[in-house]
C-alpha cells in the first residue's frame, strides 16, 4: 500500500499537491461545476492545519481543447471553499512562480498555473525521464515533498504526476487513498457482483465487460445506453440504421467484440429487452422484438428497467458506469434515473465515470457509496491495469 499524509511531517515543509481540479467550463473564466474541487478539500484542509506551505499542481483541459485554461478560476474558488488563504500564480516552474513557493506563509496555498500550458505535460514519459522535465527539475529543488492526490489522472504517465516521485518523498492524498482502498478491493466486496455498463464509450465498456467476467468478478453484466444497443446487434435484433449507424460511428469493431463476448458469456450477459424512441415528440417504447425502428434507441424502456431492477435487487454489489439513454433529454431520462435508483437500494454500489457523476448530481441521485472522481482512471482499475501514477508512490 502507498504512503498516505498520515507519515507526512507537513509543519512549515513546502509540499506540492498534484490535484484534478479539470472541471466544465461555461466560459474561460467561470467553473460550471466545482465537483473536482470539492473532492479534494480534506486533504488541502488537512495540509494547511498542519501548516503545510500548499503548493497546488494541476491541470485544465487538454491544449487545443475548448476547455483549455488557466487556473485562476479554480484558486478563486478554492479560496471560498477553504478556510486558509489561497493564491494564485499566472506561472508554474518560472523564477516568479519559485520565489512566490519560497516565500509562502505556513498554512498557506498557493494554486500554480496549468501544468499542460507546458508541452511538456502534455507527452507521456518514462518516470525517470519525466523527472529531468522543466517543470520537475525546476520545481521540486523549492518544495520538501509531494503528494499525488489526482486520481482521475493517475493513468496519465505525464511529468507532473510520475516526475515529481523521483525527486522528492512522496504520499497519496486522501481522494487517491480512498479511490485505491475501494476500487482495489471490489474483488472482495459482497457477491453477486452486478456491472451495470451503459454510456456511449462503447469499446472502453465492452473491455470491462471481458475482463470483469474473465476474471470472475461479475456474476453478472448489464448493458444499457449505446453499450446496450452494441449487444442487442450482435444478438441479431434488428434496431434499425439510426441505432446500428450510432455504434459504428462509436466503435466498428464493437459488435463482432459484443458477439465473441455473447458466445462466451452469454449466460452472464443481460440485454435490454425495449428500447424508447422518439416519434411526433413523444417517448415511445417498443420492444426488441417489434423492431426494427426508423428512430434511434435513445433509452431503455420500461420492461427492461424492471427485468434490471430485479437482477440488482439480489446483488450484493452494484458498479456502474455509464447513464443507460441520453438522459440530458428529459424524454430519456427515465431510464438511467430507474437504474440508479434500483442500485441505491443495494447495499453496496459503486459509481465510476466521470460524466455519469455529474449526470447523477443533475438528476439528484445520490447515497452511493462511492462515486469515483475518475473516469478512465477507474475504468483502468477495473479491468484489472496499473495507474502509472501510482507505481511510482513511496510504500
Ligand atoms: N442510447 C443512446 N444513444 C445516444 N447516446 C447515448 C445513449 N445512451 C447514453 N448516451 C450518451 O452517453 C453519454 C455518456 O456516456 P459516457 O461518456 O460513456 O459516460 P462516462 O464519461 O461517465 O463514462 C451521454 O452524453 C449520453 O447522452
Ligand atoms: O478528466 C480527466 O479524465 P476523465 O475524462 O477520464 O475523467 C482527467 O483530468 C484526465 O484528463 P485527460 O483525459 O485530458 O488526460
Known amino acids: 500500500m502507498v504512503r498516505t499524509l498520515d507519515s507526512l511531517d507537513a509543519a512549515g515543509a513546502a509540499v506540492g499537491v498534484r490535484v484534478d481540479i479539470n472541471s466544465p467550463l461555461t466560459d474561460a473564466a467561470t467553473l460550471a461545476d466545482d465537483a473536482r474541487l470539492r473532492a479534494h478539500i480534506e486533504t488541502l484542509t488537512e495540509l494547511a492545519a498542519a501548516d503545510a506551505r500548499t503548493v497546488v499542481i494541476a491541470h485544465q483541459g487538454r491544449p487545443g481543447g475548448d476547455e483549455f485554461g488557466t ?42 498555473e496549468n ?47 510520475v516526475g515529481f516521485p523521483q525527486r522528492l518523498p512522496s504520499y497519496a492524498g486522501r481522494v487517491m487513498e480512498t479511490e485505491l482502498e475501494v476500487l482495489g478491493s471490489i474483488g472482495g466486496s459482497p457477491e453477486p457482483r452486478v456491472y451495470v455498463l451503459g454510456g456511449a464509450k462503447v469499446a472502453d ?38 441505432s446500428a449507424e450510432i455504434v459504428n460511428d462509436r466503435s466498428p469493431e464493437a459488435v463482432k467484440q459484443a458477439g465473441e463476448l455473447l458466445d462466451e458469456f452469454g449466460h452472464r450477459l443481460y440485454l435490454p429487452r425495449d428500447v424508447a424512441v422518439e416519434r411526433d415528440g413523444e417517448r415511445v417504447e417498443i420492444d426488441t422484438e417489434s423492431l426494427p425502428a426508423a428512430e434511434p434507441a435513445m433509452d431503455i424502456g420500461a420492461r427492461t428497467v424492471s427485468a434490471y431492477a430485479d437482477i440488482l435487487e439480489d446483488a450484493g454489489t452494484v458498479i456502474l458506469n455509464g447513464p443507460a439513454g441520453v438522459f440530458e433529454n ?61 507505481e511510482v508512490l513511496d510504500d
Not at 208 to 234: H, K, M, P, Q, Y
Open 71 to 112: 487556473l485562476e478560476p479554480h484558486a478563486e474558488r478554492l479560496d471560498e471553499l477553504l478556510d486558509a488563504p489561497v493564491e494564485y500564480c499566472d506561472a508554474t516552474f518560472s523564477a516568479d512562480a519559485r520565489s512566490r513557493v519560497r516565500g509562502l506563509a505556513p498554512g498557506g496555498l498557493l494554486v500554480l
Open 330 to 390: 428529459d424524454l430519456f431520462s427515465f431510464g438511467t434515473r430507474e437504474l440508479y435508483e434500483a442500485a441505491l437500494r443495494t447495499d453496496h454500489s459503486i459509481v465510476g465515470g466521470g460524466d455519469t457523476a455529474a449526470a447523477l448530481r443533475s438528476l439528484g441521485l445520490e447515497g452511493f457509496t462511492h462515486v469515483s472522481t475518475g473516469g478512465g482512471a477507474a475504468l483502468r482499475m477495473l479491468t484489472g491495469g496499473t495507474l502509472p501514477a501510482v
Open 205 to 242: 465498456s465492452i473491455d470491462v465487460a471481458r475482463s470483469v467476467l474473465e476474471r470472475g468478478l461479475a456474476d453478472a453484466v448489464v448493458t444499457a445506453g449505446i453499450v446496450g444497443n452494441a449487444f442487442l446487434l450482435a444478438d441479431g435484433v434488428t434496431l434499425g440504421a439510426a
Open 115 to 161: 501544468t499542460r500550458f507546458y508541452s511538456e505535460e502534455y507527452m507521456q514519459w518514462e518516470p525517470s525521464e519525466a523527472a529531468d522535465t522543466h517543470l520537475v527539475a525546476k520545481l521540486a529543488p523549492v518544495l520538501d515533498a509531494y503528494v499525488n492526490d489526482a486520481f482521475a489522472a493517475a493513468h496519465r504517465s505525464q511529468p507532473s504526476l
